[in-house]
């Protein structure tokens, strides 16, 4: 399977099952469009018998006389005398260099190990500690219902926090590093515990041979220099909640009195991003249908406030609610993501580069083929523990009872449920069968593909379209900085891989 596109002057063409990414001239990208033609229409047909693979079908139709001769009549015909019969002939054989090596029109090798290999006994390697079921903040577009996920206001006490870490650590195997995150509600409303874990788990560390890291997500209201220095020195990575610009900040995330954050949580953390040297942490926007120009919100955090690490998430509400996204916001989001992708190669050629979540992308060292297929995990080796010790899912489950596992004492009860989870891969989803960008998104979240359809194997279309425009955008950046290292300019490579 393969993905042609054009985005910012490249051609580009990217192979589902090796991975590889190639960008070319108008007349290879044009040659490579006739190949999928017709491989895709011979596949089709011969869908009953599977006697072809799609490699060896491409190889067939390159190698074929007639058909090469009938593509040339076609391409001579649409370039003229600006392209020559032998330099189309090159051209074949350049591809057919390609599949021949398996960067082109490669076969799916891991279906049948996708079930397998959650089959195997997992190991737990992260939590999400709900340390606080409540919140200073009101936002009206929360999932967790401001807070509190639709069930009691709370706090986790020390005891509580301390059993879940050592839950973690009898279930986590031989594996030695260990995420915990720090979440809520809003965490710091328990700061003292947040502490109290944070020293009870170095104090494990060595004899239990493991390693934590943690990570705090906060909205920044009860940032102190306390914490700034705490965090600073036991987090690995810190997630602050900012939406941009004043205006669009403080039309959701507001106090129990109605007032906007922005001026109060904006200097609390430029502070924390000064005295953590500038890394670890991201800036976490929300962008709703009231702000589908997000490129401004993280233009202003970039521009107007410092910020370099950066991070904007399509809102998760109720279809039903105004700030919900909705079909006709699709194009301009799309757009969008087109001028941060360009606006970044940009500011990356002046020196000044900023770094955003969704775009970052390793296609050398990238995630390992078991996450590829498997996902996050969720409900095998990541679980949200509520703050009276209840195992989810994630967070986006908490409270849900059709979704409890179990709790910190007794481990996983519903096993019935966690084998579900287990099975809960890119393979498992019909809608994913034909999707270019399956081995990228490893089949979506499990928690809105169940509230866009019901269904935890489903998928959440919206979401899903948005995901391969950032792919689309990811992945011209890196064909973008290939070429720059080469020096050459855009979509003058022919057939080569990235």
Not at 228 to 246: F, Q, T
Request: hydrophobic share 35%; proline share 2%; charged share 25%.
């Amino acid at each position: 399977m393969i993905h042609q596109y054009k985005l910012n002057g490249y051609n580009i063409v990217l192979d589902t099952y090796s991975g590889s990414i190639h960008t070319t001239d108008e007349l290879g990208f044009e040659v490579i469009r006739m190949v999928d033609e017709t491989v895709r229409a011979r596949c089709a047909a011969d869908a009953g018998a599977q006697t072809l693979t799609e490699s060896a079908c491409a190889a067939q139709v390159l190698q074929d006389e007639n058909i090469r001769g009938e593509f040339t009549e076609r391409l001579l015909a649409k370039y003229g005398s600006s392209t020559g019969a032998e330099e189309i002939g090159e051209c074949f054989d350049d591809v057919l260099e390609l599949v021949r090596a398996g960067k082109l029109f490669t076969d799916d090798v891991y279906r049948d190990k996708a079930f397998d290999l959650k089959q195997r006994s997992t190991v737990i390697k992260a939590l999400c500690l709900h340390v606080a079921h409540t919140c200073n903040l009101n936002c009206e577009y929360c999932f967790a219902s401001q807070g509190n996920f639709q069930g009691t206001s709370g706090l986790m006490s020390f005891e509580v926090g301390k059993r879940a870490l050592d839950f973690l650590v009898e279930n986590s195997g031989f594996r030695r590093n260990l995420e915990v995150d720090f979440f809520g509600g809003e965490p710091l409303m328990n700061f003292e515990v947040c502490k109290q874990l944070v020293a009870y788990a170095r104090s494990i560390e060595k004899e239990k041979k493991k390693n934590f890291r943690f990570t705090l997500t906060t909205n920044g209201v009860g940032v102190t220099d306390e914490v700034i220095e705490w965090a600073n020195r036991e987090c690995h990575n810190v997630v602050l909640s900012l939406d941009g610009r004043k205006e669009v900040n403080d039309r959701f995330r507001v106090d129990k009195q109605g007032r906007g954050s922005y001026d109060v949580i904006v200097p609390k953390f430029q502070k924390f991003v000064k005295e953590r040297g500038g890394r670890g942490y991201y800036m976490r926007g929300t962008y709703t249908h009231f702000n589908t120009d997000f490129t401004n919100d993280l233009f202003h955090m970039a521009d107007d406030l410092g910020f370099t690490e950066l991070s904007m998430e399509p809102v998760v509400t109720s279809p039903d609610s105004p700030s919900a996204l909705r079909e006709e916001d699709k194009e301009t989001l799309y757009e969008q993501y087109e001028i941060l992708a360009k606006d970044m190669l940009r500011r990356e050629k002046e020196g000044k580069p900023i770094t955003f979540y969704h775009y970052m992308l390793d296609l050398a060292h990238g995630p390992c083929i078991y996450k590829r297929i498997s996902g996050c995990g969720s409900g095998t080796e990541y679980l949200a523990v509520t703050p009276w010790g209840d195992l989810y899912p994630c967070h986006q489950f908490v409270n849900d009872p059709a979704y409890k596992l179990g709790d910190i004492w007794n481990g996983i009860q519903n096993t019935e449920l966690r084998d579900r989870f287990k099975l809960c891969n890119v393979y498992a989803r019909p809608e994913c069968e034909d999707c270019w960008a399956k081995l990228y998104c490893s089949g979506g979240c499990a928690a809105n593909a169940l509230h866009a359809s019901g269904d935890i194997l489903g998928t959440y279309a919206f979401g899903c379209d948005i995901f391969r425009k950032r792919i689309e955008c990811a992945v011209m950046m890196k064909a973008a900085q290939a070429q720059a290292s080469c020096g050459e300019p855009a979509g003058d490579a022919d057939a080569e891989e990235v």
